[in-house]
Nanobody, 134 residues
Framework: EVQLVESGGGLVQAGGSLRLSCAVSGFTFDDYAIAWFRQAPGKERDGVSCYSKADGSTYYDDSVEGRFTTSGDSTKNTVYLQMNNLEPEDTAVYYC???????????????????????????WGRGTQVTVSS
């Protein structure tokens, strides 16, 4: 059974840091793209980062570039999202998701721009709440 389980969310003051973890079971993410999406109340679920173990590629939305870092540990089958200098606008439920066809790697190999598309992500976690107070 495929499972993605997020952890590490919580309440933090603006300027603080959190590290989210996405523990994957039922598949090894070596050939997948693993993305982090977030959804604030009343807003769409948008992709903020993506990680490809195959070649180490990453993607970051402009809103988090320079503050968030995604990485993976294949020995633990876990993908991380390190979030620094958090802002109240980062408050949302954060979800990790797996794309078995690794559309990010495909895009980069083809020299194309990439943004995570929800439709490409087959497997989803249940989310973890991140709240940033001002």
């Amino acid at each position: 059974e495929v499972q993605l389980v997020e952890s590490g969310g919580g309440l933090v003051q603006a300027g603080g840091s959190l590290r989210l973890s996405c523990a994957v079971s039922g598949f090894t993410f070596d050939d997948y793209a693993i993305a982090w999406f977030r959804q604030a109340p009343g807003k769409e679920r948008d992709g903020v980062s993506c990680y490809s173990k195959a070649d180490g590629s990453t993607y970051y939305d402009d809103s988090v570039e320079g503050r968030f870092t995604t990485s993976g540990d294949s020995t633990k089958n876990t993908v991380y999202l390190q979030m620094n200098n958090l802002e109240p606008e980062d408050t949302a439920v954060y979800y990790c998701a797996g794309d078995p066809e690794n559309h990010m790697l495909r895009a980069y190999i083809g020299g194309n721009y990439y943004t995570p598309a929800r439709a490409h992500y087959v497997y989803w976690g249940r989310g973890t709440q991140v709240t940033v107070s001002s």
